[in-house]
């Protein structure tokens, strides 16, 4: 499977941005979608994730109440809301797909497929 990521670019503080992420066929469906972002001379981490099936979503701490991941199976397409944004925010996002176990969703290694990341920069 292949992800291409969009919607990233840069906002003031308290904006919103969606990001989107496309795949290159049906089986993402099959996958469990997230998103990681990693700022300059960071670690990639974690920001939001949905299960198969029930689809319930996880996010990080610092973005809940603030970050929406969906998806649109019809579209292949996961999405990440992003309102009210911070300068904390300001990142590369990555969208991946994987079949992580309940335990493992928030790790990178759980995920196999990539997009190639979209910046987001929010200003004070």
């Known amino acids: 499977v292949q992800l291409q990521g969009s919607g990233g670019g840069s906002v003031q503080a308290g904006g919103s941005l969606r990001l989107s992420c496309a795949a290159s066929e049906g089986t993402f469906n099959t996958y469990s979608p997230a998103w990681f972002k990693q700022a300059a001379g960071k670690e990639r981490e974690f920001v939001a994730a949905?299960?198969?099936?029930?689809?319930?979503?996880t996010y990080t701490d610092s973005v809940k109440g603030r970050f929406t991941i969906s998806r649109d199976n019809a579209k292949n397409t996961v999405y990440l809301q992003m309102n009210n944004l911070k300068p904390e925010d300001t990142a590369v996002y990555y969208c991946?797909?994987?079949?992580?176990?309940?335990?493992?969703?928030?790790?990178?290694?759980?995920?196999?497929?990539w997009g190639q990341g979209t910046q987001v920069t929010v200003s004070s």
């Open positions: 949905l299960r198969r099936g029930a689809g319930r979503p």
């Open positions: 991946a797909a994987g079949l992580p176990i309940a335990s493992s969703v928030t790790y990178a290694r759980s995920y196999r497929h």
